[in-house]
């Protein structure tokens, strides 16, 4: 996973129904950018990254004793 750029965002943004115009996906990309940065060396190793949906399932899941 790596930074996302304006441009990837974007089209993002106005799927979710939030269009934005260049200046705020770019302060978009700005601000979440340092976040994606910071895990760049664990990128693809957590289990969530690989399957969102299983990590919500996984966390919802009771546990049988």
Do not use: C, W, Y
């Not at 957590?46 to 919802?60: I, N, R, V």
């Amino acid at each position: 996973m790596t930074r996302p750029t304006p441009k990837e965002i974007k089209p993002i943004a106005r799927i979710a129904g939030v269009p934005v115009d260049d200046e705020i996906a770019t302060r978009i990309s700005n601000s979440i950018g340092p976040a994606f940065e910071g895990f760049a060396a664990i990128a693809g190793t957590l289990p969530f990254d690989l399957e969102p949906a299983g990590h919500l399932l996984a966390q919802t899941q009771k546990v049988s004793k």
